[in-house]
């Protein structure tokens, strides 16, 4: 099993910043790639950006050049970490972090992403 847990999501104006981070813990090992989702009120989810186990990134083309990536690696956990900037009023919406291991995927419980003047 893999717990995920996302935190950072808040109330930002358009053209800001925020930083969502996405802890996991358990079978870790297992993962071979950690990604962010996004769903929007009355919209379907929708991928954002995808880190693999290699490192590699991959984004969604509404949001290249504006989201960054990156990860860490503490005592027994994955952090995985998405740097949002010049945010729009579009990118608001509730974002999960899924973790891709052979037999499936996880999901966190989602962070809440407001974009507001």
């Known amino acids: 099993q893999v717990q995920l847990v996302e935190s950072g999501g808040g109330l930002v104006q358009p053209g800001g910043s925020l930083r969502l981070s996405c802890a996991a813990s358990?079978?870790?090992?297992?993962?071979?790639?950690m990604g962010w989702y996004r769903q929007a009120p009355g919209k379907q989810r929708e991928w954002v950006a995808e880190i693999t186990s290699g490192g590699g990134t991959s984004y969604a083309d509404s949001v290249k050049g504006r989201f960054t990536l990156s990860r860490d690696n503490a005592k027994n956990m994955l952090l995985v970490y998405l740097q949002m900037s010049s945010l729009h009023n579009e990118d608001t919406g509730v974002y999960y972090c899924r973790a891709r291991w052979v037999g499936g995927n996880y999901w966190g419980q989602g962070t809440q992403v407001n974009v507001s003047s």
């Open positions: 358990g079978r870790i090992f297992s993962i071979d790639s």
